[in-house]
């Protein structure tokens, strides 16, 4: 089965962040596929830049999907994120969406991740996963979403 991770940054060169992210992601798990990058005007917090996404899909490694998201928490320190306004801008986002098809509610992780299910710039480029029919099997995805994401062209 597959560990899918999301990326999102708004701040900066938000396409050379993204490549960052995988590039340090990509040391620590085996990446299996990855999606477009898409672009989406802010949600939630909306005065902020619009922020490029991707979705990635990786081999579950094998370490508990808590040690995954200390990996994810440390990466996303290493590039310079500061949490200083909830859902505000970010140099990076990186978020664990998926681990299998298993459902995981703990204290400092849920997963599925609670709102991929609203977030077209999460959904659409989950669809051009291998995994995504596989998911779609076991839960319900929307097919309209309140916010816009479209694929940038020639990345």
Known sequence: MALIISLGSNIGNRLENLKQAKKFLSEKLEL?????????????????????????????????????LQILLSIEVKMGRIRKISKGPRVIDIDLLFWSIDTIDSPNLEVPHPRLFQR??????????????????????PSQFCNEAFPLDNV
Request: glycine residues 0%; negative net charge.
């Open 32 to 68: 299996k596929s990855q999606s477009r990058v898409y672009r989406s005007p802010a949600v939630d917090y909306l005065d902020q830049p619009e922020f490029l996404n991707q979705v990635l899909q990786f081999k579950i490694p094998n370490i508990s999907p808590q040690e995954c």
């Open 120 to 141: 077209s710039f999460i959904v659409l480029p989950l669809k051009e996963l291998p995994i995504f029919e596989t998911l779609s099997s076991k839960f319900d995805f």
